[in-house]
């Protein structure tokens, strides 16, 4: 098992998740960190808010960056499914 941090990052900002969580896998976290997405674009949405260009920055134990998820493209690809 491997410890992976989801940061949100808007612009310069970032707020970094000092826990994090441990998945099986790289895989694992990918899918993990869009579904996280996917429910605060949804949360957002329900409100009446607008997304904001956020993204989700997965990082590994070593703070190297794994991968990045957009929110306006999790947003757009649901909404093409």
Same mark, same amino acid.
């Given at each position: 098992?491997?410890?992976? %941090?989801?940061?949100? !990052?808007?612009? $310069?900002?970032?707020?970094?998740? $000092?826990? #994090?969580?441990?998945?099986?896998? @790289?895989? +694992? +976290? !990918?899918?993990? +960190? @869009?579904?996280?997405? !996917?429910?605060?674009?949804? +949360?957002? @949405?329900?409100? #009446?808010?607008?997304?904001? /260009?956020? *993204?989700?920055?997965?990082?590994?134990?070593? #703070?190297?960056?794994? %991968?990045? $998820?957009?929110?306006? /493209?999790?947003?757009?690809? *649901?909404?093409?499914?």
């Amino acid at each position: 098992m491997s410890r992976y %941090f989801f940061n949100l !990052r808007r612009d $310069v900002e970032t707020v970094s998740d $000092v826990e #994090g969580e441990e998945f099986q896998d @790289i895989d +694992a +976290a !990918r899918l993990s +960190a @869009i579904n996280a997405v !996917r429910e605060m674009a949804a +949360a957002l @949405i329900k409100s #009446g808010q607008n997304v904001p /260009d956020e *993204h989700m920055d997965i990082s590994d134990d070593y #703070g190297n960056l794994r %991968f990045s $998820v957009s929110f306006h /493209d999790v947003v757009q690809n *649901h909404l093409k499914k």
